[in-house]
């Protein structure tokens, strides 16, 4: 499978509030009590204590060893403290207590531009991905693992699971690939965790591979045909396939050698009219040893290594070992002149995006570069300059303007400064649409 790459997860954890130390001395607590369990509480009192505030607050200390902090007065009345465990009972029993609730850490909440999403300059585009407004009007299937459907980030507006024909509807992520790949695509613009491409784009989680990241080409084949057959009905102009198997394109849409994915991608691209936008593959190879990636009927998507977002090189490494703004040391790339007609770039290491079960992770591999990509063409339909295109007119029109781009946009190792025998195509660019 694509896009497996080194992966950095964030470790998340409670703050742990720890007791103090020593005797506590006030309110006549004695020694034994003091190294009793304690805990932090924000104890409300009812409304007619308002003018007894104090002298509650020193009752509570004397009778229950409570350590008051904040006092409150107007939004409520009560007040903070650290208070012995054994007593948290009592003190709910206080006939002039109305609540006990425990004093919960709390976090700041912001939403980060993703150093990918910033790289292709997706924050100067149409929708200003990144300003906390606007969403993309537009349908994009993941054919992947499925997608977290309860994550608050993703707007899923249904799917397909392939896994398993008896429960179609269960098209939920157990892996993780897909929920990462479809936030790169459509995150929303709301201030959390991170933003797309496409902020808010309508995500169709087509699940063709399982809980260890694996298919077969039964199942890819089956959610080629739940595209086919629903695209017209649900507006999908544009599918994400980060995976692939081994194969090759024999320049005749599967009829010559036999190759049913390929019969399938072809119908979806030239009789539904998707743009199929794929993985190119993490094996340092030509990408003609890979299917979907060699088919010419796909728009093939090479890794490059960005580590803050912008042009120039000489950021410092994060979750993996690579150099800033080179060409991936992963990726494959496109060797013959038909699979350099098809290939483009898009940002692959160290993407932070949408995680499963909720916040974020880093992940990288073409897998990650892919969606870059997928994103820019639902932007592309949705803001207008690509209104009407076919797919394969939807794909010129992507490279054309990453190759419009000056040098000093792109990379080391694409068509600008060429990496001899390796072709990884232009950066794609979603700032003009």
Known sequence: MVGR????????????????????????????????????????????ERGRLDEVVQAHGRDHGV???????????????VVPESQVAALREDPNVLSVAPDRPVYATQQVLPTGVDRIQADVSSTAAGNGAGSVNAAVAIIDT????????????????????????AYRDNNGHGTHVAGTVAARDNGDDVVGVAPGARLYAVKVLGANGSGSTSNVVCGLDWVARNAARLGIKVANM?????GADDGNCGLSNNDAEHQAICRVVKQAGVTMVVAAG?????????TPAAYDEVLT????????????GGAAATCRSDVDDTAADFSSFAVGAADVAHTIAGPGVCIQSTRNGGGTTVLSGTSMATPHVTGTAALCLAAGPCAGMTPAQVAAKLRADA??????????????????????????????Y
Do not use: W
Request: one cysteine or more; charged letters at 15%.
């Open 67 to 81: 350590r008051a902090g904040f006092r409150y007065s107007h939004a409520l009345v009560g007040y903070s403290a």
């Open 282 to 290: 993490n094996s340092t190879d030509d990408l003609a040893r890979h």
């Open 242 to 246: 980060s995976l692939g198997g081994d």
């Open 301 to 312: 998507v090479t890794a490059a290594a960005d580590f803050n977002g912008q042009p120039g």
């Open 403 to 432: 190759a419009a781009q000056p040098a000093s946009y792109g990379f080391a190792g694409d068509p600008n400064a060429p990496v001899a025998g390796r072709y990884y195509g232009h950066l794609v660019h979603a700032g003009g």
């Open 146 to 169: 499925g997608i977290d459907t309860g994550h608050r980030d993703l707007n899923v507006a249904g799917g397909y699971n392939c896994m398993n024909p008896f429960l179609p509807n």
């Open 5 to 48: 790459g080194r992966v950095a997860r964030p470790a998340y954890r409670l703050a742990a509030v720890s007791a103090a130390a020593g005797a506590l001395l006030a309110g006549g607590l004695t020694g034994a009590r003091a190294a009793e369990p304690e805990g932090r509480y924000v104890i409300v009192l009812k409304d007619s």
